[in-house]
């Protein structure tokens, strides 16, 4: 039978397993990415400090803050993930034509990537938290925050433009085409179902102190998914290769994701100190 009308209730769970494994394994290694270049920039100042698995607490007199300090530390992150976004959508495009689950991966990783970096843009800078605090240490007028908010809100409209192809060709990994019959069942677990569980997931990982990134990051994210999904909605049918598919759990990332929750929640449960 063609895995095109194969659409049980089980290959149903199994891709949206998948896809969830890698919605919240690319969102935790954007969070400890930014979490650990920060820490790298502030030793470079000398500064004091102590981090678990969520916050990083700076010990040190308000004074000692400078406007380098504040630029590098807040913004250093977010540029690096940016472009690693870039580099991790160049990844899923060598990739297009092979039905590897590692596809989705890297699918999450680019919208998670952007979506820190423009996201962070936007609601950073009218909550004046992470890489909207940068703006207030350069004391820039409310036009110009206006209009870095505004770019950020265009980078989302960019992004979900962009994405929208990459998720529908995704299907291939499970599919031979992407059409009608299939699409609302694709979707909803590919897309729907990750972005809902993974959310809970990474916010649940993070009690009980669920902070800015992961209070908010999840809103603009939802509106580039629903972009995608009505951009994708409106495409004609895909046709991919004729070769048959076979929907299956992917274990790499389901451990890969499981190893990556336990070992950062439970070696990092404790505060641990940076004094210099």
Do not use: C
Not at 26 to 55: C, P, Q, R, T, V
Not at 83 to 93: D, K, N, P, Y
Not at 199 to 212: A, D, E, H, N
Not at 229 to 257: C, H, P, Q, W
């Amino acid at each position: 039978m063609k895995s095109n009308f194969n659409l049980s209730k089980t290959n149903f769970w199994i891709i949206a397993t998948n896809s969830t494994a890698s919605y919240v394994l690319a969102f935790l290694l954007i969070f400890y990415l930014n979490h650990f270049i920060k820490i790298i920039i502030a030793s470079s100042y000398n500064y004091d400090m102590g981090f678990d698995w969520n916050i990083i607490n700076f010990y040190i007199e308000p004074y000692e803050w400078t406007h380098d300090s504040v630029k590098l530390i807040y913004s250093s992150g977010p540029i690096l993930i940016f472009v690693l976004g870039l580099i991790s959508l160049v990844a899923f495009w060598s990739l297009v034509e092979e039905p590897a689950r590692l596809k989705t991966f890297f699918m999450w990783f680019t919208l998670h990537s952007f979506n820190f970096f423009f996201g962070g843009l936007l609601i950073g800078n009218i909550f004046k938290k992470g890489v909207g605090h940068v703006f207030n240490w350069m004391y820039m007028t409310d036009t110009s925050k206006m209009l870095v908010a505004l770019f950020g809100f265009l980078g989302l409209l960019g992004t979900a433009y962009i994405m929208s192809k990459p998720a529908a060709i995704s299907a291939n990994s499970y599919f031979n085409k992407l059409d009608v019959k299939n699409f609302p069942y694709f979707i909803t677990a590919q897309i729907i179902v990750p972005f809902v569980l993974g959310t809970i997931i990474y916010m649940g990982f993070f009690l009980p102190r669920i902070l800015f990134q992961e209070a908010y990051s999840w809103i603009s994210l939802g509106m580039i998914l629903i972009f995608i999904v009505g951009r994708v909605n409106k495409m004609e049918t895909l046709y991919f290769d004729e070769e048959d598919r076979y929907i299956g759990i992917s274990a790499v990332l389901i451990i890969a994701a499981v190893i990556v929750l336990i070992s950062f929640r439970v070696l990092l449960r404790n505060e641990l100190f940076i004094s210099w």
